[in-house]
């Protein structure tokens, strides 16, 4: 399933985890916008929350800490996220233009509230050793996951999808669902396409893929980077640790030697 909106400023809903219509994340997404002024608090009393900043300024209040935040974009800059067990509490105030994406699921373990700073959020390249003639290469960044928060019911991180290159690729799966949500460098022209449940859909700025089966690789038109969030959400006694079921078809594209004609 693939969901798009014209965001507006202010909290953006995407889904819910209370009012499932098919897609089965069993997560709330939305994207929150706030200019300069504005504030926003975040509380669930049953359900964890994090939110990654895609670009802005802003400081955020939570237990008691202040702290200031700035990333002017994410492909230069690594980035910040906020991960509330239920109960938690936070406030934001914007400093200028801000973008939020945020993610919620169900969850009655506690765990230590934690700010993920840019300097302990690793940003991998991935695919730049030559693998399928640097055609996948990119940027993968991971706040958090089960191997960091073993408490949490949900992973979430970030890919740096550069112009013309494909990313979750070669094509794998899990039985885990889980959710890209595009930011675009150039929001109004950028464009790529996206494997949903085994239909291709063309993606933009602020669309969303829901992915529950199946493989679902992502390719950007050339000319425009992306930046996606990735979510998974962990399936009761069954949850994501690093688990990727490769299509046996394409492992062979891993070897930067693999024999296929580039064109040289």
């Known amino acids: 399933m693939y969901v798009e909106k014209d965001c507006r400023r202010g909290y953006n809903e995407y889904i819910s985890a209370d009012v499932n219509n098919g897609e089965n994340s069993y997560m709330d997404v939305a994207l929150l916008i706030m200019e300069d002024g504005d504030t926003f608090e975040f509380h669930e009393e049953e359900k964890e929350m994090a939110w990654i900043m895609f670009c802005g300024n802003a400081t955020v209040e939570y237990d008691g800490k202040s702290v ?53 959020t690793d940003t991998w390249r991935r695919g730049a050793d030559g693998e399928c003639a640097g055609c996948i290469k990119r940027d993968v960044r991971t706040s958090f996951d089960y191997e ?63 992915i529950t089966e199946g493989v679902h690789p992502v390719v950007m038109a050339p000319g425009f980077a992306c930046c996606y969030a ?35």
């Open 68 to 120: 200031d935040m700035d990333r002017p974009n994410p492909f230069d800059y690594s980035t910040w996220c906020l991960h509330l067990a239920a109960g938690g509490s936070c406030k934001l105030t914007a400093h200028g233009h801000c973008e939020f994406y945020v993610q919620k699921t169900y969850n009655d373990k506690k765990f230590e509230n934690h700010l993920y700073t840019p300097d302990e």
């Open 148 to 210: 960091i928060n073993p408490l949490s019911n949900m992973v979430l991180g970030e890919v740096i999808n550069l112009p013309g290159k494909w990313s979750s690729y070669p094509p794998h799966s899990h039985p885990q669902p889980e959710v890209y949500f595009y930011h675009f460098e150039k929001p109004e022209e950028g464009f790529g396409a996206s494997w949903c449940d085994g239909e291709i859909v063309e993606v933009h700025n602020n669309g969303m893929s829901i």
């Open 230 to 264: 990735w979510g998974i959400r962990h399936m009761p006694d069954n949850p994501w640790e690093k688990t990727r079921i490769d299509d046996p078809k394409y492992v062979y594209l891993y070897d930067k030697d693999a024999e296929f004609w580039r064109g040289e």
